[in-house]
């Protein structure tokens, strides 16, 4: 019993950091930008999927496609930012919102061109394939690479919001558009570094998803997303701490639900959702509105 | 002594360390107009939004006619009786200043949630509209869109509309900024009229000393959450502490 | 566009669809059934997001509770097409009156995010709950039984039903559009804040207008089952709340005509575009796209400033 406890709360910890990935990209563009970017989902699927398509043809190579992969991807959030998101910040909210809905509309379909509807399998990464006995059961090494690797990016990301002159500078802009403007910070040029930054977030979770996932799926883009927003009411809109614990809390409800209440995985964690909603409306970390 | 139309009691409010309201405590008697001044970012709109429910206070409570509104949420408070205009123009932008007064009429006749009846066939509402717009001179441009009109007008629509539900107690914050001198005794005529008709009771936040000594009949100075001092007009512009907080601006003559 | 004018055009229009009926071959009539169960679910929900301007996600949903119920009623508790209607348009009710209490009291973008995830639980539910809703096959084979006597099993006698329900909702929508509730709403999405201080509960207000919208989208839903004899569980996905975002904008948010030509220009594009690839949902990202980027008023939006400018006086019709 104790076993199947410790697996589940593990693989629930992996689970997290994926859409701790999605999450805390969405959260800093909200931060800076104010735009709650849709697409961000897609941002993952694509990344999973350029680093499928890169690792294959670069020899197997794994890290070469994880690094390259969220590149290209950042190219396209990059179009995106700059030719048709910066002409729409003084629109209405729900027009933004239905700017990004239509790239999600796009790149679902896009995929599906490029790569085929149907579901592509995960290759091992060598090195980290196979599995390690815990408690006299096996856990796969990959989930354990990914519970290193997650909260080693949540650290240095971490440091570079609070340590490095740029981060200064997002933290700024985050909380007061104006001021930082007024001090000379040139914001159409932050707002396109930061939609990159975050889009590379969420790409790079898609990269480090490819081995996990078992299947790449042109829905893998929708369930991610879904995920990351009810993680960002959890944790807060615009707080990376939040959407830290928040993934932690939701990878955990999810693996246990999966494990013990398999016809109800999701609803719980939507249960949870709501009763977050009620009590503490503006997230954990987020700001009282 | 009646109730007090408003009895504020240790009322707090602070951002951060910023503290806006210091324990405030007074009371509002029907009829008359009371100004508040202080220096800027004295707390003076910060004060009228917690009172009008736009912000929550930290601590203290609020009464209206007796009645406890420190938990009320803004539109419980305005049926109670309680209403306020705004600094920055706030009106229906895409509206037309007829439909921009109508709204508020509607709420206060109770009709609002009326949704088969068509708007044509409230006649009611049509007229105590149309005396709204009177008042205030804006009959002709009913069916401008509000957001078309000149700042003047928007700015006399933005009195109107709180108006229009017949408050009991009005705050108007800094009803002058941005008019012209022309404009500015009108709606000071307007002011005096409505007060003297007995059923409104204004509570006025300005800058502008002139208007506050000339008006009011009684002038609270806000200043750093606490108010300094509270009485007549003479009374206030020869205080000590007033002259100090308002070093270089002109308070006596 | 002057009253009169705007009745003339009314009374063509359902001229045009009586006719249809009567004398339309099969695919039109499908088709012509198709645009109008679309335009009742776009009219019901552009009172929230052009009229109140709330932009919900999760509507697909009660159009799938809508579906359902009315399936579930004529599976398990009587063929009676009134009843199964009703019973779709109370499910959805329900779930829209649950869903809204917890999303009316944010704004915009966490109303947003909001409605999509509860619209997918909803989404989760239905492709989990096989025993009941019939998994991903959906559940089948929902008939058309006599309604008050009179047989609809055909698709050129259940069309008239169809036609029926769509004049009703455009006759209440247009109501609600023209009365107080209607300009309280507009109030409400103009300036929230204000609307308070005229003493109105903004909340209250925005719950009544998702609930209505959420009425009309189960009408839409329960009725489709009976057109389809099945139902789908991704009408209940966030992708199908899209259409009638999709519909209004094309059509004009702030028209009231807007949904309905809206509706009409998206089923045939999308006929045309299913002929030549599956990808559909491509194209139209790619012309909402161009939509947001260049013509927010919509094809109506155009047409009802024409008329304005020309100087005939705005009616309740073209009023925001």
């Known amino acids: 019993m104790l076993e199947s406890l410790v697996h589940v709360c593990l693989a629930g910890l992996a689970q997290g950091m994926f859409v701790w990935l999605v999450a805390s990209g969405l959260t800093l563009i909200f931060g800076v930008l104010r735009v709650l970017n849709f697409a961000h ?24 496609g994880l690094l390259l992969g969220p590149l290209f991807v950042c190219a396209i959030g990059f179009v995106i930012e700059r030719f048709f998101l910066r002409y729409v910040y003084h629109f209405e909210l729900p027009y933004q919102l239905l700017l990004t809905f239509a790239f999600v509309l796009i790149f679902d379909d896009v995929v599906k061109v490029l790569w085929g509807a149907g579901s592509l399998g995960s290759p091992r990464v060598p090195g980290l394939a196979g599995s390690v006995p815990i408690l006299g059961r096996n856990f796969p090494t990959y989930s354990l690479f990914i519970m290193v690797a997650g909260p080693l990016l949540a650290l240095v990301l971490w440091l570079v919001l609070e340590k490095t002159w740029a981060g200064r500078i997002i933290r700024a802009a985050s909380s007061d558009r104006e001021m930082a403007s007024a001090i000379g910070v040139r914001v159409p040029a932050l707002y396109t570094a930061v939609f990159v930054f975050g889009t590379w977030l969420g790409a790079l979770g898609g990269g480090l998803a490819v081995p996990y996932v078992g299947l790449l799926t042109p829905g893998m883009g929708e369930t991610i997303i879904i995920e990351a927003f009810v993680v960002v ?51 954990f970390f987020g700001e009282a509105s | 002594m009646s ?118 066939k409230e006649p009611g509402a049509r007229d105590a509209v149309m005396s709204v717009l009177e008042r205030v001179n804006l009959v002709n441009q009913a069916h401008t869109v509000a957001g078309e009109l000149s700042h003047g007008d928007q700015r006399l629509l933005e009195v109107a509309i709180a108006l229009a539900v017949q408050p009991l107690l009005l705050f108007l914050d800094e009803p002058t900024a941005g008019m012209n001198p022309v404009e500015r005794v009108e709606i000071l005529q307007n002011i005096r009229k409505l007060s003297a008709s007995g059923r409104t009771t204004f509570v006025i936040v300005e800058h502008d000393m002139d208007i506050v000594f000339s008006l ?36 006596a003559e | 566009m002057g009253r009169y004018k705007a009745y003339l055009l009314f009374g063509l229009m359902g001229v045009l669809l ?78 829209a009156l649950i869903i809204g209490f917890f999303c009316v009291r944010h704004t915009e973008i966490y109303f947003a995010m909001l409605t999509l995830a509860f619209g997918m639980m909803i989404f989760s539910l239905v492709w989990n709950l096989r025993s009941i809703t019939g998994g991903d096959d959906g559940l089948v084979g929902i008939g058309r039984a006599p309604l008050l006597g009179f047989s609809i099993a055909r698709d050129s006698q259940f069309y008239f039903v169809v036609l029926a329900f769509f004049v009703l909702t455009v006759w209440v929508v247009h109501r609600i559009r023209s009365s107080a509730f209607g300009l309280v709403l507009a109030g409400i999405r103009e300036n929230p804040q204000r609307a308070a ?56 948010l702030q028209t009231f005509t807007g949904p309905i030509v809206g509706s009409l220009i998206f089923v045939v594009l999308r006929e045309i ?25 919509g094809a109506m939006g155009g047409v009802e400033r024409y008329f304005a400018q020309a100087g005939t006086k705005p009616q309740e019709e073209g009023r925001p």
């Open chain 3, 197 to 252: 201080f005229a003493g109105l509960s903004v909340k209250g207000y925005r719950l009544a207008a998702f609930v209505i919208s959420g009425a009309f989208a189960g009408l839409a839903g329960s009725l489709a089952a009976m057109l389809e004899s099945n139902t789908n569980p991704f009408s209940a996905h966030w992708t199908h709340s899209a259409e009638p975002v999709l519909v209004s904008l094309i059509g004009g």
């Open chain 2, 3 to 120: 109730t007090p139309l408003l009895e504020v009691d240790n009322l707090s409010k602070a951002f951060g360390r910023v503290v806006t309201a210091n324990k405030i405590s007074f009371q509002i008697h029907a009829g008359g107009i009371t100004s508040i001044i202080g220096p800027n970012g004295a707390g003076k709109s910060t004060l009228i939004n917690v009172l009008s429910g736009t912000l929550p206070a930290d601590d203290g409570r609020i009464f209206l006619r007796g009645k406890d509104i420190t938990r009320l949420p803004t539109h419980r408070r305005v049926r109670l009786g309680l209403c306020r205009s705004f600094q920055v123009v706030n009106v229906f932008p895409a509206l037309t200043v007829f439909e921009n007064i109508q709204i508020p009429v509607l709420g206060k006749a109770g009709k609002a949630h009326h949704f088969f009846r068509k708007l044509r």
């Open chain 3, 273 to 297: 575009i299913e002929r030549f690839t599956q990808n559909w949902m491509l194209w139209f990202g790619l012309l909402l796209l161009v939509i947001i980027m260049g013509f927010r008023g």
């Open chain 3, 18 to 95: 009586v006719g249809i009926g009567l004398l339309a071959g099969r695919f039109v009539l499908y088709l012509t059934m198709r645009v109008m169960l679309l335009a009742i679910f776009a009219l019901g929900y552009n009172l929230l997001l052009g009229r109140t301007g709330l932009l919900s996600f999760g509507h697909a949903a009660f159009f799938a509770c809508g579906s359902y119920g009315m399936s579930l009623c004529f599976l398990h508790v009587t063929p009676d097409p009134l009843v199964g209607i009703l019973a779709g348009v109370t499910m959805a009710v329900i779930a």
């Open chain 2, 216 to 251: 009011s009949d009684r002038v609270m100075v806000l200043h750093r959450g606490d108010i300094i001092c509270d009485g007549t007009p003479d009374h206030v512009r020869s205080d000590e502490q007033v002259r100090e907080c308002y070093l270089g601006e002109e308070v």
């Open chain 1, 41 to 64: 989902g897609s941002f993952y699927m694509l990344g999973a999927y350029f680093c499928y398509t890169l690792l294959s043809a670069l020899g197997d190579n794994f890290w070469a």
């Open chain 1, 233 to 283: 009411v959890i944790g807060g809109l615009g707080s990376l701490k939040g959407a830290f614990l928040g993934a932690l809390v939701i990878g955990l409800l999810s693996s246990f639900g999966t494990r013990f209440i398999p016809t109800f995985d999701m609803f719980l964690t939507f249960i949870l959702m709501a009763v977050v909603l009620v009590w503490r409306p503006q997230g």
